[in-house]
T-cell receptor, first 114, second 115 residues
Framework: GDSVTQMEGPVTLSEEAFLTINCTYT??????LFWYVQYPGEGLQLLLK?????DKGSNKGFEATYRKETTSFHLEKGSVQVSDSAVYFC?????????????FGTGTRLQVFP | GAGVSQSPSNKVTEKGKDVELRCDPI?????LYWYRQSLGQGLEFLIY????????KSGLPSDRFSAERTGGSVSTLTIQRTQQEDSAVYLC?????????????FGPGTRLLVL
């Protein structure tokens, strides 16, 4: 079945460092790909998404490019802030199975220190 | 406008009791989803509604779990004869329509603890 694999955390960085969180997927159809973020004490919220190959999603300085050839959707940010500390979830939905349920990775905790 | 709301925010119950969890989706959203988040299993899909019907119930872990949606709006997730392994945060999400790439908006969750 469809699945998402993302790098284990926690990822610990100093403020202004470059961030990469790796995400790869397995899908039988043509999935849409998402990054959701969960800030401490808050609910899940969409960070960015891409719905077809080579699309780039971006928001709040974060970017991810849908790479079909490597089945990847890695999250990047050029300069992280303390306020970016959160848990990040990569996810996919694959309408080819007549449902757009989200399949999530295990989440990666990011800790940014001043 | 108002987001997805869920009630109660916390629920403590004894093993063997039944519980009901409620979700109010964003007004006008026709698709509604239930997920649960637990330490051992991560985030997992339970069931999805399009209108009042449930085309995908594949994630419900056992027949103790059921859900309904009425009037194309509010949904209730019921867990009968709760077990300790049911302890988790139950998340509801809604979207304008079920389709590829549609954004799902999540509620704050109900934290369930079964003693």
């Amino acid at each position: 079945g469809d699945s998402v694999t993302q790098m284990e955390g926690p990822v610990t960085l100093s403020e202004e460092a470059f961030l990469t969180i790796n995400c790869t997927y397995t899908a039988t159809g043509y999935p849409s790909l998402f990054w959701y973020v969960q800030y401490p004490g808050e609910g899940l919220q969409l960070l960015l998404k891409a719905t077809k190959a080579d699309d780039k999603g971006s928001n709040k300085g974060f970017e991810a490019t849908y790479r079909k050839e490597t089945t990847s959707f890695h999250l990047e940010k050029g300069s992280v802030q303390v306020s970016d500390s959160a848990v990040y979830f990569c996810a996919l939905s694959d309408w080819g199975h007549n449902t757009d349920k989200l399949i999530f990775g295990t989440g990666t905790r990011l800790q940014v220190f001043p | 406008g108002a987001g997805v709301s869920q009630s109660p925010s916390n629920k403590v119950t004894e093993k063997g009791k039944d519980v009901e969890l409620r979700c109010d989706p964003i007004s006008g959203h026709t698709a509604l989803y239930w997920y649960r988040q637990s330490l051992g299993q991560g985030l997992e899909f339970l069931i999805y509604f399009q209108g009042n019907s449930a085309p995908d119930k594949s994630g419900l872990p056992s027949d103790r779990f059921s859900a309904e949606r009425t009037g194309g709006s509010v949904s209730t997730l019921t867990i009968q004869r709760t077990q300790q392994e049911d302890s988790a945060v139950y998340l509801c999400a809604s979207s304008l329509a079920a389709s590829s790439g549609e954004t799902q908006y999540f509620g704050p969750g109900t934290r369930l603890l079964v003693l």
